[in-house]
């Protein structure tokens, strides 16, 4: 993958598209062959040689999780300080903004467990977002911080493809898909292939096995 790239996932599987996202995310390891990143073959023996690389991506995606004991704003804050080295206690610019535009700024003190549902999804995705990842890694969008947020959520990944960013979701959205996707990933009866519709570049990193 390129920096700027945009692959949409196909699938007859939910499940197969959500297992994916996870072993791109490095949370579950493959079963056979390797994981590369940055051509750099991963090791997953022990979960602190991953740290370094799960820097690099954002998972926003129903298996992603707060830290139950924790608040909205100390979860932000434990993320910042991880990604950034800093012992700051105030929420960064960046981050009170994603906290504006998510309508989160009174749900700060409030533990994981005090949310609705829908005010949890958009707390992992402030957390996701506030990493500046490389990869970013979506599973329905439009499920996830809804349909009436999906402006508001388009915008800012438009503002992240920008950068260096490369995003891969799975989505039953039409509009969303037609509006991001450039290369499609078809995975059908557990078998993984890729349509190319883009120019090759530098490989960022891939899955193999």
């Given at each position: 993958m390129t920096h700027g790239d945009v692959v949409s996932i196909s699938t007859d599987s939910a499940e197969d598209a959500l297992s994916f996202l996870m072993a791109l995310s490095t949370l579950i390891r493959p079963l056979q062959g390797e994981y590369r990143y940055k051509q750099?073959?991963?090791?997953?023996?022990?979960?602190?040689?991953?740290?370094?690389?799960?820097?690099?991506?954002?998972?926003?995606?129903?298996?992603?999780?707060?830290?139950?004991?924790?608040?909205?704003?100390?979860?932000?804050?434990?993320?910042?300080?991880?990604?950034?080295?800093?012992?700051?206690?105030?929420?960064?610019?960046?981050?009170?903004?994603?906290?504006?535009?998510?309508?989160?700024?009174?749900?700060?003190?409030?533990?994981p467990a005090a949310l609705t549902d829908n005010d949890y999804r958009f707390v992992v995705a402030v957390r996701e977002l506030i990493k500046a990842p490389e990869i970013l890694l979506l599973e329905y969008p439009e499920k996830f911080v809804g349909i009436a947020n999906l402006e508001?959520?388009?915008?800012?990944?438009?503002?992240?493809?920008?950068?260096?960013?490369?995003?891969?979701?799975?989505?039953?959205?039409?509009?969303?898909?037609?509006?991001?996707?450039?290369?499609?990933?078809?995975?059908?009866?557990g078998t993984l292939q890729e349509i190319n519709e883009g120019s090759e570049g530098p490989r960022i990193g891939g899955l193999e096995g």
């Open positions: 750099k073959i991963l090791d997953f023996s022990n979960y602190r040689n991953l740290l370094d690389t799960k820097r690099n991506i954002g998972f926003i995606a129903s298996q992603a999780a707060l830290i139950s004991n924790r608040t909205v704003r100390e979860n932000l804050l434990l993320m910042s300080a991880y990604f950034t080295n800093s012992l700051s206690s105030r929420l960064y610019q960046r981050t009170q903004e994603l906290c504006r535009l998510f309508s989160l700024e009174d749900k700060l003190e409030l533990r508001i959520f388009n915008d800012i990944l438009f503002d992240m493809l920008g950068g260096e960013v490369c995003i891969v979701f799975i989505s039953e959205y039409q509009n969303f898909i037609e509006t991001f996707s450039k290369r499609e990933l078809v995975i059908s009866k």
